[in-house]
């Protein structure tokens, strides 16, 4: 196949772990005699310094044309002080605005080489594999009227939630069609009970659910869904969200994994006629200003957003299962990122992924 990806590394040790992640999909395309073409835009901060804007118009001319993206990490310090629609981060939600993905997929799955990495005991964690599904591209994060207004006797601040019944329907439904082809539960999380979104929410998934009587449903308040990740985070096969709330899961999600740097992530839209996705593709990690080129990065993340890749936007599933064997065969080796804690001495960001490209 003819593989035609956009690479945006972004900022902070966004370079770094794309630079591996690059490697990985350079070693997968000549194993199996595939087309590699790669091009490569600017995003967030850096895009800033360049060109002015965090979402340069070439950067979405270039995002439309690929048939894939791959992108590190957006964001930094110098930019923590800037007006919302200006920092780095407006960026990340204006290429997703403009590729049309809504639906996130975060899959968190523990390694038996990484459960002391976990803060949660072994037990708990261990044989933890789940996707959370995040709606992406409406909610709090989009809805106006949104901003800071300085017009009254003191500053007030507003956003507004909101969803239609399509923008629920179809999340809802990438959501089911994974949970058919893994273990048959979905757990959809709402606030039902206090939230008017989340009462059309629920009256979606319900309605959904009809056409997928193989698939158990259960509903989790969000605050009760925290929870149970901790207590119990085995119970969850497939989950389903909002934007707000699965930005805030998935991330909670990456303690079951034993670091923030495991996890990648596939933000999916339309179909193509293939069947092939629609694919932003990134780590979930920021950019880690602190740590930045300092080859201390875990690219893990980044290796397992290539899997993601290969799977979703080009149906490769057998490329995209030797990346995670060999992942997990360099994670029981223990060459690993400080982050996870090795028993000797750690191992540099450009060694994890020479490692992966070995195991290939």
């Known amino acids: 196949m003819n593989l035609n990806i956009l690479v945006l590394p972004g900022d902070g040790i966004g370079t770094e772990v794309t630079r591996e992640a690059v490697r990985v999909l350079r070693v997968v395309a000549e194993k199996w005699n595939h087309q590699l073409t790669l091009r490569e ?6 895009a800033i310094h360049k060109t002015g804007t965090p979402f340069p118009a070439e950067t979405e001319k270039l995002s439309l044309e690929a048939d894939a993206v791959l992108m590190g990490a957006v964001g930094l310090p110098e930019f923590d002080e800037w007006p919302p629609e200006k920092r ?14 809504y639906a996130n997929l975060r899959p968190v799955k523990s390694y038996k080489a990484l459960l002391e990495s976990s803060p949660l005991k072994n037990h708990l964690v261990d044989g933890v594999d789940m996707i959370i599904v995040r709606e992406l591209n409406s909610g709090i994060y989009y809805g106006t009227p ?7 006797p003191e ?23 994974l949970a058919r082809k893994r273990r048959k539960k979905l757990t959809s999380v709402d606030k039902s009970n206090v939230l008017e979104t989340s009462q059309l929410w629920r009256r979606v998934v319900v309605e959904i659910a009809k ?3 193989d698939v158990q449903l259960n509903h989790l308040l969000v605050d009760n869904a925290a929870m149970q990740l901790v207590l119990n985070p085995k119970s969850f096969d497939v989950m389903v969200t909002e934007n707000m709330f699965g930005d805030i899961l998935s991330d909670e999600g990456a ?3 034993g670091s923030i740097g495991m996890l990648p992530s596939a933000s999916l839209g339309a179909k193509k006629p293939s069947g092939a996705w629609t694919g932003l593709y990134e780590p979930v990690h920021g950019s ?46 223990g060459r690993v990122t400080a982050d996870l804690k090795p028993a000797g001495t750690p ?4 060694e994890v992924g020479e490692a992966v490209c070995n195991a290939l």
Request: aromatic share 8%; proline share 5%; net charge negative.
């Open 288 to 333: 880690a200003p602190d740590i930045a080129g300092q080859n201390k990065a875990n690219p893990f993340g980044a290796i397992g957003s290539v899997a993601a890749l290969l799977e979703y936007s080009f149906g490769l599933t057998e490329e995209a299962a030797a990346v995670n064997r060999a992942m997990e065969q360099v994670l029981g080796s």
């Open 347 to 350: 191992a540099t960001t450009e």
């Open 146 to 152: 949104r901003g800071i207004y300085e017009d009254g």
């Open 255 to 257: 303690i079951l994994a």
């Open 88 to 101: 780095p981060e407006r960026g990340l939600l204006g290429i997703r605005k403009a590729m049309g993905v």
């Open 41 to 46: 835009g600017l995003l967030g901060g850096i």
């Open 155 to 177: 500053p007030r601040a507003c956003n507004t939630m909101a969803y239609t019944w399509s923008e629920i329907e179809r999340v809802t439904r990438v959501g089911f069609e």
């Open 211 to 213: 056409e997928y009587p």
